[in-house]
């Protein structure tokens, strides 16, 4: 089993609509959750880190379920901009050091 | 603004050459990384080194080793690249303790043949 598991997509919505991404991650010693988003062909970039009670950033959502050991991403109103692919990310916060263990990714197109 | 950059955006390798990637960082951050991003396999992490001269194992340190001489540079060695490196190559970077964002470089696409 996968550390960090993601469904890959694609997931095609019109814009304008709301869109929601899971994450499961197989440690419950985790300590760290984020977001990253990928664009095609580029490096990833931190889109926000998962707080436990929660957490917003404009159009995007993020929350955890610590009990049940996944990570949701919501992203409401789609832009055509938002079209990538989110990296699911978790740190175990091990002290040799800032490791990050990603999901393989969930890609989603959003099309006019 | 934040900068890692990487020697080489494409690379085209011999089986059996040695390859070198080089890795540049210019926020004074402790930690580099490198990654290797595969389809259907996400990013896995090679190697990693949290201070000048020293090197953790990552997931898959198999047939790589790395070189930490100054702060800024995170060099990865292909001893005897083999057709099942080729990957997208990915570099990162963070500051120390708990802070977390790691900033990747543009990545090398290396083909080994």
């Known amino acids: 089993r996968k550390e960090v598991e993601q469904d890959p997509g694609p997931f095609n919505v019109p814009e304008g609509a709301t869109v929601a991404f899971n994450c499961t991650y197989s440690n419950s010693a985790s300590q760290s959750f984020f977001w990253y988003r990928q664009d095609c062909r580029k490096e990833p970039k931190l889109l926000m880190s998962v707080y436990s009670s929660g957490n917003e950033d404009g159009r995007f959502t993020a929350q955890l379920n610590r009990a049940s050991q996944y990570i949701s991403l919501l992203i409401r109103d789609s832009k055509l901009s938002d079209s990538a692919t989110y990296l699911c990310v978790v740190n175990n916060d091990n002290n040799a050091g800032n490791m990050l263990t990603f999901g393989g990714g969930t890609r989603l197109m959003v099309k006019p | 603004d934040v900068k890692v950059t990487q020697s080489s955006r494409y690379l085209v390798k011999r089986t059996g050459e040695k390859v070198f990637l080089e890795c540049v960082q210019d926020m004074d951050h402790e930690n580099m990384f490198w990654y290797r991003q595969d389809p259907g396999l996400g990013l896995r992490l090679i190697y990693f080194s949290y201070d000048v001269k020293m090197k953790e194992k990552g997931d898959i340190p198999e047939g790589y080793s790395v070189s930490r001489e100054k702060k800024e540079r995170f060099s990865l060695i292909l001893e005897s690249a083999s057709t099942n490196q080729t990957s997208m190559y990915l570099c990162?970077?963070?500051?120390?303790?708990?802070?977390?964002?790691?900033?990747f470089g543009p990545g090398t696409r290396l083909t080994v043949t």
């Open positions: 990162a970077s963070s500051t120390g303790g708990f802070t977390h964002e790691q900033y």
